[in-house]
């Protein structure tokens, strides 16, 4: 039993070991291609991932949302300022936490000493992302089990992933599968901007590839479901892809609104303009 607990113990359909990483993950790092690339394959992975370019940010995130991983680009012209004492108050804030940390090729052993704790796991030398993942796999092992799932919330929506509900204030949402898949990635990366290959990629792992009319499909489904009779959420960006923001705080200027009225919330784009209708199959197990 301890060994499924463990980083080692996820498996595919097919039995084959898969990486598996339950925490949302802390990247503490300047821009980097090693960090645009890493972000990329932990979302991938429907892992949420928190950035934190300086020591403030650092902070807010840590305090809202206590990840248990965090990796920390201590390489000199990465790394953030004041980089030992961010890491200290982080250690001091998340009882329960291990770090990656990447180092330049020169690094010595006090340097290393000085931000790795025993439970910890450093890289040096050429940052490989792949390599990353896997340690990131089996720090996540090391850690204490927390309960399945996770509870997200954004402005008044709420869900709980292990329970698989879903709120708006007191009111309760009916989902299919794909449209909860949807709709949790969308408040996992809640004021992002995510495009529609990588809902595609991610809700559909390619089932319907070429087909990214299938994603303005559910889209309008979920937005039917959780904005009905209530301020919108979801927006498209056009050109871009879908974004989802607390309701609370949008200024919607009175020619949205009134485009809402005439057009829908199912329709309704940032600047205004309304989408054009999907005509793709439906899923079968939606209600």
């Known amino acids: 039993m301890e060994a499924e607990r463990g980083g080692v113990g996820h498996f595919d359909d097919a039995g ?19 960090v645009s690339e890493l972000t990329q394959r932990l979302r991938s992975l429907d892992v949420k991932v928190l950035h934190a370019p300086n020591g403030d940010t650092a902070r807010l995130l840590i305090t809202e949302d206590k990840p248990q991983l965090v990796v920390v680009d201590a390489r000199a012209s990465r790394r953030v300022p004041d980089l030992e004492s961010v890491v200290r108050e982080m250690r001091r804030h998340l009882e329960d936490a291990a770090a990656l940390v990447w180092f330049d090729t020169d690094v010595d052993f006090p340097t290393v000493a000085a931000l790795c704790e025993p439970v910890d796991d450093h ?14 796999h089996f720090l996540a092992g090391r850690l204490p089990e927390r309960r399945e799932g996770e509870r997200l919330v954004v402005g ?11 709120q708006r204030g007191e009111k309760d949402i009916d989902l299919s599968d794909t449209e909860f898949r949807l709709l949790r990635l969308l408040m996992r990366h809640a004021r992002t901007v995510l495009p529609k290959t990588e809902i595609l990629q991610q809700v ?34 056009r ?22 009225a005439d057009g829908g919330s199912a329709g309704s784009t940032l600047d205004g303009a309304p989408e054009s209708a999907p005509q793709v199959p439906g899923d079968a197990s939606r209600e």
């Open 16 to 34: 084959e070991p898969e990486l598996h990483i339950s925490s949302p993950v802390l990247i503490l790092a300047g821009p980097s291609p090693a």
């Open 204 to 237: 559909w792992e390619y089932e319907f590839a070429g087909q990214a009319n299938i994603v303005e499909l559910y889209i309008s489904y979920v937005r039917k479901k959780i904005e009905a009779d209530m301020p919108r959420m979801i927006h498209t960006v």
């Open 123 to 136: 890289m040096a030398a050429r940052i490989d992302v792949e390599e990353s993942l896997r340690r990131l």
């Open 239 to 260: 050109g871009a892809g879908y974004v989802l923001r607390p309701a609370e705080t949008l200024a919607e200027d009175e020619t949205q609104e009134q485009g809402r």
């Open 156 to 166: 008044d929506l709420l869900m709980d992933t292990a329970a698989r509900t879903v």
